[in-house]
Every structure is written in structure tokens, then in C-alpha cells.
């Protein structure tokens, strides 16, 4: 079975700080995903990367910026955050990019 | 830009009782259709995946249909149980994107 990680279930951050969500999957995709999901507004694409150092911005990528050093880890940065960056983030990871699997979620409070 | 609905937006019924989720997408240029479950606070589980070139997948309870040229997807549930209550989230794929829906919040009452 894929294994798809994310380094915090919950996590509260101030405004202003630097915040690392951590990725790690263990079936070695090519590809990798990160959203954020909103009430009413579903899952939205911020960035996915599909390759070892190679990112493509996604639907809502202002704000945030990613890292892909290893083939089997995705960190997604919030630079600065921002109360409006408080949500639900989900990594996922696809090796054929025709499915998806994905993390147990981590919820980011920015206070 | 495809679009992805899903209605009704929340269903409850009565244990036992067999169900239908609906999934209409824009675009009929797609690839596959991935069906998912999401439990309150967690993350995506994937359930069925319908390939291009496949009509229906089945599993367990669950079977699912795609009919593209029609834009649309059915997931059956069959003698629902409150343990299926969830949110369920349909994702068409036309490579490398994935459009998801906003799902339908099922709750089975005992």
C-alpha cells in the first residue's frame, strides 16, 4: 500500500512566522501535490511538483513556495504566514498521474 | 476549465438503506475518475478508480459507473451502514490535473 505522510496533524502558528508542512511517501512517485481545502470551496491546487527539483505553480500558489531535494519528500513553505492561510493542507503523491494518494492532512491555525 | 459538482451537497438516510452519489464534470476529455472518502479532520482515501477505457469499477458494497459523454459519475452504496458516514469526493483526471468536486456529506442513521 502507498504510504503518504505529513509531518503534523495540527499545527498553530503566528502571523508573520515562517511555517514548513513536511510530505514523505515511500513508493517512489515521480509526482507530488500539495492543496488546501476550504469549506465550501473544495480542494485547490497550490503547487505539484513532478520530478526531483522541478515545481509547477498551481491554481493558488501566491503566498506559498515549495521544496522537493529528494524524489520521496515535498515541503510546502508559508514565507510569512497569514490569518488567511488557516486551512486544511493535503499532500498527495502519483506515480502514472492518472490516481492520486493521499496524506492524513495537517490543519494550520494562523492566529 | 472543468468543472466538478457534486449533488446534493449532504445526504442522510436510514441504515441499510441503498444510495446513489452523483458526480458531473464539464469536460468529457478525461482520463480517469477517482472516487474518495474523507472522514471528519482527515485525509483522502482513495475508494474506486474507474480507468478511461473501463465503464464500472466494484468494490465490496461500492460499485461505481463513469459515462463521459455524458459528464457524469454514480457511486452506488448498497445496505448502507453508519460506518459509511463520510464525506464522499469525486476527482476527474486529465493528466497531470486532477479537478475534484466539493463532495457530498453522507450521515447513515442507526
Known amino acids: 500500500d502507498v504510504k503518504v505522510t505529513q509531518s503534523s496533524r495540527y499545527l498553530v502558528k503566528r502571523t508573520g512566522e515562517k511555517v514548513f508542512l513536511e510530505c514523505v511517501q515511500d513508493?517512489?512517485?515521480?509526482?507530488m501535490f500539495w492543496y488546501r481545502q476550504d469549506p465550501g470551496l473544495g480542494l485547490r491546487l497550490i503547487y505539484f511538483s513532478y520530478d526531483v527539483k522541478m515545481k509547477e505553480k498551481g491554481d493558488i500558489p501566491e503566498g506559498y513556495s515549495v521544496s522537493r531535494e529528494k524524489k520521496e519528500r515535498f515541503s510546502l513553505i508559508l514565507e510569512s504566514a497569514s490569518t488567511n492561510q488557516t486551512s486544511m493542507y493535503l499532500c498527495?503523491?502519483?506515480?502514472?498521474?492518472?490516481?492520486?494518494?493521499f496524506g492524513p492532512g495537517t490543519r494550520l491555525t494562523v492566529t | 476549465k472543468q468543472e466538478v459538482t457534486q449533488i446534493p451537497a449532504a445526504l442522510s438516510v436510514p441504515e441499510g438503506e441503498n444510495l446513489v452519489l452523483n458526480c458531473s464534470f464539464t469536460?468529457?476529455?478525461?482520463?480517469?475518475l477517482q472516487w474518495f472518502r474523507q472522514d471528519p479532520g482527515k485525509g483522502l482515501t482513495s475508494l474506486l478508480l474507474i480507468q478511461s477505457s473501463q465503464r464500472e469499477q466494484t468494490s465490496g458494497r461500492l460499485n461505481a459507473s463513469l459515462d463521459k459523454s455524458s459528464g457524469r459519475s454514480t457511486l452506488y452504496i448498497a445496505a448502507s451502514q453508519p460506518g459509511d458516514s463520510a464525506t464522499y469526493l469525486c476527482?476527474?483526471?486529465?493528466?497531470?490535473?486532477?479537478?475534484f468536486g466539493t463532495g457530498t456529506s453522507l450521515t447513515v442513521i442507526p
Open positions: 469536460d468529457s476529455a478525461i482520463y480517469n
Open positions: 498527495a503523491s502519483s506515480l502514472t498521474l492518472l490516481e492520486q494518494y
Open positions: 513508493m517512489d512517485h515521480e509526482n
Open positions: 476527482a476527474a483526471n486529465r493528466p497531470p490535473q486532477f479537478y
